[in-house]
Protein backbone atom coordinates (compact mmCIF):
# COMPACT_ATOMS: atom_id res chain seq x y z
CA UNK A 1 0.00 0.00 0.00
CA UNK A 2 2.63 2.05 0.34
CA UNK A 3 3.97 2.77 -3.08
CA UNK A 4 0.23 3.18 -4.45
CA UNK A 5 0.00 6.04 -1.62
CA UNK A 6 2.93 7.64 -2.64
CA UNK A 7 2.26 7.77 -6.20
CA UNK A 8 -1.01 9.56 -5.51
CA UNK A 9 0.83 11.91 -3.55
CA UNK A 10 2.85 12.77 -6.12
CA UNK A 11 0.11 13.03 -8.83
CA UNK A 12 -1.88 15.59 -6.49
CA UNK A 13 1.45 17.53 -5.83
CA UNK A 14 1.64 17.61 -9.91
CA UNK A 15 -1.87 18.39 -10.65
CA UNK A 16 -1.74 21.25 -7.85
CA UNK A 17 1.68 22.41 -9.68
CA UNK A 18 -0.43 22.06 -12.91
CA UNK A 19 -3.02 24.15 -11.92
CA UNK A 20 -0.60 26.90 -10.13
CA UNK A 21 0.70 27.42 -13.50
CA UNK A 22 -2.66 27.72 -15.60
CA UNK A 23 -3.50 30.29 -12.67
CA UNK A 24 -0.16 31.95 -13.24
CA UNK A 25 -0.56 32.06 -16.86
CA UNK A 26 -4.20 33.36 -16.65
CA UNK A 27 -3.06 35.95 -14.82
CA UNK A 28 -0.20 37.09 -16.74
CA UNK A 29 -2.75 36.98 -20.05
CA UNK A 30 -5.15 39.18 -17.98
CA UNK A 31 -1.85 41.84 -16.68
CA UNK A 32 -1.43 41.65 -20.67
CA UNK A 33 -4.90 42.10 -21.88
CA UNK A 34 -5.44 45.29 -19.28
CA UNK A 35 -1.93 46.69 -20.11
CA UNK A 36 -2.85 47.03 -23.68
CA UNK A 37 -6.22 48.30 -23.16
CA UNK A 38 -4.55 51.00 -21.06
CA UNK A 39 -2.81 53.25 -24.26
CA UNK A 40 -1.59 56.40 -23.56
CA UNK A 41 0.27 59.30 -25.80
CA UNK A 42 3.94 59.80 -24.81
CA UNK A 43 4.80 64.09 -25.46
CA UNK A 44 7.48 64.24 -27.93
CA UNK A 45 9.49 67.22 -27.03
CA UNK A 46 11.90 69.21 -29.43
CA UNK A 47 13.91 72.24 -29.78
CA UNK A 48 14.25 74.58 -32.63
CA UNK A 49 16.64 77.61 -32.39
CA UNK A 50 15.92 79.57 -29.10
CA UNK A 51 12.44 77.66 -28.15
CA UNK A 52 10.90 74.24 -27.04
CA UNK A 53 7.91 72.55 -29.09
CA UNK A 54 6.11 69.41 -27.95
CA UNK A 55 4.06 67.55 -29.78
CA UNK A 56 2.30 63.70 -30.18
CA UNK A 57 4.97 60.83 -30.13
CA UNK A 58 4.53 59.19 -33.31
CA UNK A 59 7.73 56.89 -33.86
CA UNK A 60 6.47 53.72 -35.07
CA UNK A 61 6.80 50.68 -32.97
CA UNK A 62 7.25 52.89 -29.55
CA UNK A 63 4.22 52.50 -26.88
CA UNK A 64 2.77 55.80 -26.25
CA UNK A 65 3.57 56.64 -29.95
CA UNK A 66 0.00 55.31 -31.52
CA UNK A 67 -1.82 58.60 -32.26
CA UNK A 68 -4.03 56.79 -35.28
CA UNK A 69 -5.11 53.57 -33.25
CA UNK A 70 -5.63 55.76 -30.30
CA UNK A 71 -7.74 58.06 -31.77
CA UNK A 72 -9.73 55.84 -33.64
CA UNK A 73 -10.22 53.60 -30.13
CA UNK A 74 -11.77 56.47 -28.15
CA UNK A 75 -14.19 57.22 -31.06
CA UNK A 76 -12.82 60.66 -32.01
CA UNK A 77 -14.12 61.98 -35.48
CA UNK A 78 -12.26 61.44 -38.99
CA UNK A 79 -9.36 63.88 -38.75
CA UNK A 80 -9.92 65.29 -35.42
CA UNK A 81 -7.12 65.36 -32.97
CA UNK A 82 -7.08 65.15 -29.30
CA UNK A 83 -6.57 69.07 -28.91
CA UNK A 84 -8.51 71.43 -26.65
CA UNK A 85 -11.31 73.12 -29.24
CA UNK A 86 -11.24 76.43 -26.95
CA UNK A 87 -7.52 77.08 -26.92
CA UNK A 88 -5.49 75.13 -29.25
CA UNK A 89 -3.67 73.11 -26.68
CA UNK A 90 -2.62 69.50 -27.23
CA UNK A 91 -4.30 66.96 -24.99
CA UNK A 92 -2.26 63.23 -23.64
CA UNK A 93 -3.88 60.71 -22.59
CA UNK A 94 -3.16 58.22 -19.90
CA UNK A 95 -5.04 55.54 -17.97
CA UNK A 96 -4.18 55.02 -14.03
CA UNK A 97 -5.24 51.44 -14.25
CA UNK A 98 -2.42 50.87 -16.40
CA UNK A 99 0.41 48.24 -14.61
CA UNK A 100 2.41 48.17 -12.72
CA UNK A 101 0.67 51.14 -11.43
CA UNK A 102 -2.24 49.99 -10.19
CA UNK A 103 -6.50 51.23 -10.14
CA UNK A 104 -4.85 54.89 -9.44
CA UNK A 105 -1.41 55.29 -10.04
CA UNK A 106 0.42 55.88 -13.60
CA UNK A 107 4.11 56.24 -15.08
CA UNK A 108 2.30 58.19 -18.08
CA UNK A 109 2.47 59.91 -20.48
CA UNK A 110 6.44 59.93 -20.61
CA UNK A 111 8.44 62.32 -21.86
CA UNK A 112 10.82 61.83 -24.57
CA UNK A 113 12.63 63.08 -27.35
CA UNK A 114 14.45 61.28 -30.93
CA UNK A 115 17.61 61.83 -32.06
CA UNK A 116 19.12 65.44 -32.14
CA UNK A 117 15.80 66.62 -31.50
CA UNK A 118 17.34 68.58 -28.03
CA UNK A 119 20.64 69.15 -27.39
CA UNK A 120 23.52 67.05 -25.80
CA UNK A 121 23.43 67.48 -22.22
CA UNK A 122 19.99 69.64 -22.18
CA UNK A 123 18.27 69.78 -18.61
CA UNK A 124 14.23 69.35 -19.22
CA UNK A 125 11.51 70.72 -16.74
CA UNK A 126 8.12 70.58 -15.97
CA UNK A 127 6.15 73.47 -14.82
CA UNK A 128 2.63 73.29 -13.78
CA UNK A 129 0.14 75.41 -14.57
CA UNK A 130 -3.70 76.15 -13.86
CA UNK A 131 -6.14 73.61 -11.61
CA UNK A 132 -7.08 70.44 -11.71
CA UNK A 133 -10.80 69.65 -13.54
CA UNK A 134 -12.55 66.48 -13.01
CA UNK A 135 -15.20 64.91 -15.79
CA UNK A 136 -18.44 63.67 -14.01
CA UNK A 137 -19.85 60.55 -15.77
CA UNK A 138 -23.20 61.13 -13.72
CA UNK A 139 -23.53 64.63 -14.90
CA UNK A 140 -21.40 64.58 -18.70
CA UNK A 141 -19.56 68.02 -17.46
CA UNK A 142 -16.27 69.30 -16.49
CA UNK A 143 -16.38 70.69 -13.43
CA UNK A 144 -13.96 71.13 -10.37
CA UNK A 145 -13.26 67.63 -8.72
CA UNK A 146 -14.77 66.41 -5.40
CA UNK A 147 -13.58 68.34 -2.06
CA UNK A 148 -9.81 67.37 -1.15
CA UNK A 149 -9.12 65.05 -4.21
CA UNK A 150 -5.88 65.89 -6.06
CA UNK A 151 -3.61 64.10 -8.41
CA UNK A 152 0.35 64.26 -7.49
CA UNK A 153 3.28 64.34 -9.67
CA UNK A 154 6.15 62.67 -7.60
CA UNK A 155 9.50 61.67 -9.57
CA UNK A 156 10.75 65.61 -10.56
CA UNK A 157 14.29 66.40 -9.13
CA UNK A 158 14.90 69.29 -6.84
CA UNK A 159 18.67 70.33 -7.71
CA UNK A 160 20.81 69.65 -4.40
CA UNK A 161 24.00 71.11 -3.29
CA UNK A 162 25.68 68.74 -5.11
CA UNK A 163 24.74 70.83 -8.27
CA UNK A 164 27.60 71.56 -10.49
CA UNK A 165 27.50 75.47 -11.95
CA UNK A 166 31.02 75.29 -13.64
CA UNK A 167 30.51 76.09 -17.25
CA UNK A 168 33.49 74.71 -18.19
CA UNK A 169 32.75 71.14 -15.99
CA UNK A 170 29.23 71.29 -17.93
CA UNK A 171 29.93 70.61 -21.42
CA UNK A 172 28.99 74.49 -22.15
CA UNK A 173 25.48 73.59 -20.50
CA UNK A 174 24.17 75.91 -17.81
CA UNK A 175 23.98 73.39 -15.16
CA UNK A 176 24.82 70.03 -14.89
CA UNK A 177 25.23 66.74 -11.91
CA UNK A 178 28.10 65.38 -10.59
CA UNK A 179 27.89 61.14 -11.22
CA UNK A 180 25.33 59.58 -8.86
CA UNK A 181 23.90 62.82 -7.93
CA UNK A 182 21.20 63.80 -9.81
CA UNK A 183 19.00 65.64 -6.89
CA UNK A 184 16.68 64.82 -4.81
CA UNK A 185 12.67 63.52 -5.94
CA UNK A 186 9.98 66.15 -5.40
CA UNK A 187 6.53 66.33 -5.71
CA UNK A 188 3.42 68.42 -7.29
CA UNK A 189 -0.04 68.53 -6.35
CA UNK A 190 -2.68 69.53 -8.79
CA UNK A 191 -6.02 70.56 -6.58
CA UNK A 192 -8.81 72.17 -7.59
CA UNK A 193 -6.88 75.62 -6.14
CA UNK A 194 -4.45 75.60 -8.35
CA UNK A 195 -0.77 74.17 -8.08
CA UNK A 196 1.13 72.90 -4.63
CA UNK A 197 4.06 71.96 -3.64
CA UNK A 198 6.50 72.54 -5.88
CA UNK A 199 5.86 73.62 -9.72
CA UNK A 200 8.85 73.42 -11.61
CA UNK A 201 11.09 70.36 -11.20
CA UNK A 202 13.94 69.16 -13.55
CA UNK A 203 12.20 66.13 -15.60
CA UNK A 204 15.81 64.31 -16.89
CA UNK A 205 19.05 65.75 -18.98
CA UNK A 206 19.40 64.34 -22.32
CA UNK A 207 22.13 61.93 -23.51
CA UNK A 208 25.02 62.75 -25.89
CA UNK A 209 22.90 62.13 -29.25
CA UNK A 210 19.68 64.68 -27.68
CA UNK A 211 18.22 61.74 -26.47
CA UNK A 212 15.60 61.95 -23.64
CA UNK A 213 12.92 59.18 -22.17
CA UNK A 214 11.69 59.48 -19.07
CA UNK A 215 8.35 59.01 -16.95
CA UNK A 216 7.11 60.42 -14.05
CA UNK A 217 4.75 59.10 -11.15
CA UNK A 218 0.58 60.23 -11.40
CA UNK A 219 -0.87 59.54 -7.92
CA UNK A 220 -4.93 60.44 -7.79
CA UNK A 221 -5.06 60.30 -4.29
CA UNK A 222 -6.73 62.57 -1.20
CA UNK A 223 -5.21 65.44 0.69
CA UNK A 224 -4.03 62.70 3.53
CA UNK A 225 -2.22 61.08 1.05
CA UNK A 226 -4.05 58.46 0.32
CA UNK A 227 -4.58 56.57 -3.02
CA UNK A 228 -7.89 56.37 -4.24
CA UNK A 229 -10.38 58.47 -5.67
CA UNK A 230 -14.16 58.91 -7.61
CA UNK A 231 -14.49 57.09 -10.95
CA UNK A 232 -14.22 59.67 -14.32
CA UNK A 233 -11.70 62.05 -15.77
CA UNK A 234 -9.24 63.95 -14.52
CA UNK A 235 -7.56 66.77 -16.22
CA UNK A 236 -4.03 68.67 -15.42
CA UNK A 237 -2.20 71.25 -17.47
CA UNK A 238 1.96 71.70 -18.13
CA UNK A 239 4.37 72.84 -20.22
CA UNK A 240 7.80 71.97 -20.41
CA UNK A 241 10.55 74.76 -20.31
CA UNK A 242 14.84 73.95 -21.00
CA UNK A 243 18.58 75.41 -19.48
CA UNK A 244 19.29 75.98 -23.00
CA UNK A 245 16.41 78.08 -24.53
CA UNK A 246 14.55 81.15 -23.54
CA UNK A 247 11.10 80.29 -24.97
CA UNK A 248 8.96 77.29 -23.40
CA UNK A 249 6.77 74.78 -24.42
CA UNK A 250 2.97 76.29 -25.06
CA UNK A 251 0.97 74.72 -22.57
CA UNK A 252 -0.35 71.40 -22.66
CA UNK A 253 -3.08 68.60 -21.00
CA UNK A 254 -2.75 65.32 -20.12
CA UNK A 255 -6.08 63.81 -19.44
CA UNK A 256 -6.20 61.07 -16.82
CA UNK A 257 -8.89 57.83 -17.13
CA UNK A 258 -10.03 56.65 -13.44
CA UNK A 259 -11.93 53.78 -14.19
CA UNK A 260 -14.22 54.85 -17.03
CA UNK A 261 -15.02 52.47 -20.33
CA UNK A 262 -13.72 53.33 -23.55
CA UNK A 263 -17.23 55.13 -24.49
CA UNK A 264 -17.12 57.21 -21.30
CA UNK A 265 -13.58 58.15 -21.43
CA UNK A 266 -14.25 59.07 -25.06
CA UNK A 267 -17.40 61.32 -24.03
CA UNK A 268 -14.91 63.62 -21.24
CA UNK A 269 -12.10 63.72 -24.74
CA UNK A 270 -14.98 64.51 -27.12
CA UNK A 271 -16.47 67.56 -24.70
CA UNK A 272 -12.66 69.14 -24.93
CA UNK A 273 -11.71 68.25 -28.51
CA UNK A 274 -15.06 69.16 -30.23
CA UNK A 275 -15.50 68.38 -33.80
CA UNK A 276 -12.30 68.26 -35.93
CA UNK A 277 -11.73 72.25 -37.80
CA UNK A 278 -10.12 70.12 -41.31
CA UNK A 279 -8.13 67.08 -41.63
CA UNK A 280 -4.76 67.50 -41.75
CA UNK A 281 -3.42 64.51 -39.22
CA UNK A 282 0.01 66.84 -38.18
CA UNK A 283 -0.90 70.06 -36.08
CA UNK A 284 0.33 73.38 -37.75
CA UNK A 285 3.94 74.23 -37.35
CA UNK A 286 4.03 76.78 -34.37
CA UNK A 287 5.98 80.17 -35.45
CA UNK A 288 8.75 80.17 -34.09
CA UNK A 289 10.32 83.26 -32.26
CA UNK A 290 13.61 84.83 -34.17
CA UNK A 291 16.52 85.05 -31.67
CA UNK A 292 18.88 87.02 -34.39
CA UNK A 293 18.16 88.39 -37.47
CA UNK A 294 18.82 87.01 -40.48
CA UNK A 295 18.50 83.56 -38.79
CA UNK A 296 16.28 82.12 -41.04
CA UNK A 297 16.61 78.33 -40.38
CA UNK A 298 16.63 78.75 -36.62
CA UNK A 299 19.63 76.78 -36.01
CA UNK A 300 21.18 79.77 -33.85
CA UNK A 301 23.37 81.01 -36.02
CA UNK A 302 23.02 82.90 -39.59
CA UNK A 303 24.92 81.38 -42.72
CA UNK A 304 25.28 80.49 -45.98
CA UNK A 305 22.48 78.40 -45.72
CA UNK A 306 20.39 81.51 -44.62
CA UNK A 307 21.57 83.58 -47.41
CA UNK A 308 20.55 81.14 -49.92
CA UNK A 309 16.70 80.52 -48.22
CA UNK A 310 16.39 84.06 -48.92
CA UNK A 311 17.88 84.52 -51.88
CA UNK A 312 15.25 81.51 -52.89
CA UNK A 313 12.02 83.32 -51.64
CA UNK A 314 13.54 86.20 -53.97
CA UNK A 315 13.72 84.35 -56.80
CA UNK A 316 9.95 83.16 -56.26
CA UNK A 317 8.63 86.49 -55.21
CA UNK A 318 6.90 85.15 -51.95
CA UNK A 319 4.95 87.70 -49.89
CA UNK A 320 5.83 87.81 -46.54
CA UNK A 321 3.06 86.43 -43.82
CA UNK A 322 3.66 85.33 -40.10
CA UNK A 323 5.63 82.22 -41.60
CA UNK A 324 8.18 83.18 -43.37
CA UNK A 325 8.43 86.81 -41.90
CA UNK A 326 11.96 85.84 -40.73
CA UNK A 327 12.97 86.65 -44.26
CA UNK A 328 11.98 90.01 -44.74
CA UNK A 329 15.62 91.07 -42.35
CA UNK A 330 15.33 94.45 -42.91
CA UNK A 331 11.12 94.46 -42.44
CA UNK A 332 10.42 96.35 -45.09
CA UNK A 333 7.48 93.86 -46.00
CA UNK A 334 9.09 92.76 -49.06
CA UNK A 335 11.55 89.96 -49.55
CA UNK A 336 14.61 90.53 -51.96
CA UNK A 337 17.84 90.76 -52.39
CA UNK A 338 18.45 93.49 -50.08
CA UNK A 339 17.90 91.07 -46.98
CA UNK A 340 20.34 88.17 -48.56
CA UNK A 341 22.98 90.86 -48.70
CA UNK A 342 22.01 92.25 -44.74
CA UNK A 343 21.63 88.84 -43.97
CA UNK A 344 25.43 87.84 -45.08
CA UNK A 345 26.78 91.08 -43.43
CA UNK A 346 24.93 89.62 -40.33
CA UNK A 347 26.66 86.23 -41.22
CA UNK A 348 27.39 85.22 -37.29
CA UNK A 349 30.32 82.88 -38.88
CA UNK A 350 33.78 83.59 -40.72
CA UNK A 351 32.96 83.33 -44.65
CA UNK A 352 29.64 82.39 -43.89
CA UNK A 353 31.04 78.95 -43.46
CA UNK A 354 29.15 76.29 -41.23
CA UNK A 355 31.94 75.59 -38.21
CA UNK A 356 33.48 72.56 -37.10
CA UNK A 357 32.66 73.92 -33.69
CA UNK A 358 29.96 75.82 -33.10
CA UNK A 359 30.01 79.08 -31.95
CA UNK A 360 28.36 80.95 -28.88
CA UNK A 361 24.90 81.80 -29.54
CA UNK A 362 22.09 83.24 -27.25
CA UNK A 363 21.69 79.99 -26.32
CA UNK A 364 24.28 79.50 -23.54
CA UNK A 365 24.99 83.18 -22.61
CA UNK A 366 22.90 85.10 -20.05
CA UNK A 367 22.62 88.26 -21.98
CA UNK A 368 22.13 89.32 -25.37
CA UNK A 369 21.82 92.36 -26.84
CA UNK A 370 20.04 93.62 -30.51
CA UNK A 371 21.27 96.21 -32.28
CA UNK A 372 18.22 96.81 -34.54
CA UNK A 373 15.89 97.33 -31.48
CA UNK A 374 18.29 98.60 -29.26
CA UNK A 375 17.11 95.75 -26.81
CA UNK A 376 19.25 94.93 -23.81
CA UNK A 377 17.88 91.05 -22.51
CA UNK A 378 19.26 89.75 -19.20
CA UNK A 379 18.09 86.63 -19.28
CA UNK A 380 19.89 86.07 -15.31
CA UNK A 381 20.63 88.50 -12.92
CA UNK A 382 21.92 87.57 -9.56
CA UNK A 383 21.26 89.98 -6.47
CA UNK A 384 22.83 88.67 -3.40
CA UNK A 385 20.94 85.48 -3.21
CA UNK A 386 18.05 86.60 -5.59
CA UNK A 387 17.96 86.14 -9.38
CA UNK A 388 15.89 88.22 -12.24
CA UNK A 389 15.00 88.58 -15.23
CA UNK A 390 15.25 91.95 -17.22
CA UNK A 391 15.07 94.05 -20.26
CA UNK A 392 16.59 97.53 -20.95
CA UNK A 393 16.12 99.47 -24.17
CA UNK A 394 18.92 101.84 -24.76
CA UNK A 395 17.93 105.57 -24.68
CA UNK A 396 20.37 107.45 -25.91
CA UNK A 397 24.30 107.17 -26.39
CA UNK A 398 25.40 104.45 -23.98
CA UNK A 399 22.24 104.92 -21.56
CA UNK A 400 19.58 102.09 -21.08
CA UNK A 401 16.82 102.26 -19.56
CA UNK A 402 15.18 99.25 -17.67
CA UNK A 403 11.84 98.25 -19.01
CA UNK A 404 10.73 95.15 -17.35
CA UNK A 405 12.31 93.03 -14.42
CA UNK A 406 10.89 89.59 -12.76
CA UNK A 407 11.56 87.20 -9.69
CA UNK A 408 13.64 83.94 -11.35
CA UNK A 409 15.32 81.30 -10.65
CA UNK A 410 19.18 80.68 -11.44
CA UNK A 411 19.29 79.42 -15.17
CA UNK A 412 22.90 80.27 -16.19
CA UNK A 413 25.76 79.09 -14.80
CA UNK A 414 27.31 82.72 -15.49
CA UNK A 415 24.41 85.20 -14.71
CA UNK A 416 24.87 89.22 -14.86
CA UNK A 417 25.27 90.27 -11.53
CA UNK A 418 24.49 93.28 -9.85
CA UNK A 419 25.62 95.11 -6.64
CA UNK A 420 23.11 96.97 -4.49
CA UNK A 421 25.51 99.09 -2.78
CA UNK A 422 28.26 100.15 -5.97
CA UNK A 423 25.00 100.08 -8.23
CA UNK A 424 27.34 98.78 -11.26
CA UNK A 425 25.65 95.34 -13.34
CA UNK A 426 28.30 93.62 -14.62
CA UNK A 427 27.99 91.11 -17.74
CA UNK A 428 30.36 88.81 -17.99
CA UNK A 429 29.63 88.12 -21.29
CA UNK A 430 26.53 89.78 -23.76
CA UNK A 431 25.70 88.05 -27.16
CA UNK A 432 25.36 90.30 -30.42
CA UNK A 433 26.05 90.23 -34.01
CA UNK A 434 28.24 86.93 -33.72
CA UNK A 435 30.46 88.54 -31.07
CA UNK A 436 30.94 88.09 -27.21
CA UNK A 437 31.52 91.21 -25.03
CA UNK A 438 31.96 91.61 -21.11
CA UNK A 439 30.14 94.65 -19.99
CA UNK A 440 30.12 97.26 -16.98
CA UNK A 441 27.30 99.59 -16.60
CA UNK A 442 26.16 101.66 -13.94
CA UNK A 443 23.04 103.28 -11.98
CA UNK A 444 22.69 106.44 -12.40
CA UNK A 445 18.92 106.90 -10.88
CA UNK A 446 15.68 106.97 -12.46
CA UNK A 447 15.79 103.37 -13.54
CA UNK A 448 19.06 104.68 -15.60
CA UNK A 449 22.09 102.46 -16.66
CA UNK A 450 25.38 103.85 -18.17
CA UNK A 451 27.20 102.11 -19.85
CA UNK A 452 30.77 102.45 -18.65
CA UNK A 453 32.96 99.71 -20.01
CA UNK A 454 32.77 97.40 -22.97
CA UNK A 455 35.68 94.61 -24.57
CA UNK A 456 34.96 92.41 -26.70
CA UNK A 457 36.31 88.93 -25.63
CA UNK A 458 36.64 85.63 -27.06
CA UNK A 459 33.20 83.45 -26.23
CA UNK A 460 31.58 82.71 -22.96
CA UNK A 461 33.58 84.75 -20.18
CA UNK A 462 35.79 81.87 -17.83
Known amino acids: MTRPRQELHRMENQAFKT ?29 EGNALFVGYC ?50 NPGFQSIQNGLLPNELLSYRAL ?97 IGGPVGAYLVEMQLISNARFFPSEPFLILFNAGLDETAFAAALAALAGKPSDTDPDPPRPIIPVSIPGDVDLDSDVDRIDVALILLAAQNNEPVNPGNAMLDVNDDGVIDRTDASLAK ?62 IDKPRYAIPVRYDIESGILEIPSVYTQGKNYKAILRNIGDSKFQLEHLEEIGGVSE
Open 130 to 226: GALKYWDPALSSWRNPPHGVQITLFGGLEANAEVIRDFSECAGQLLCFSDGSFGIDGSTVFSADGILGNPELVVDITNNNGILHTHLSFFLENQQGE
Open 19 to 47: NRIRFYLLAVALILSQEASAQHLDVEVRG
Open 345 to 406: DLCTLRLCNIPIIAPATVLNVAAAYDQNTGTLNLNDIQVSNQHYRAQLQLQDENIFVLNTVQ
Open 58 to 107: RTPGVVGCDLGELTQTLQLPVGALPKETSTGKLIFLADFRDLPGGDFRTK
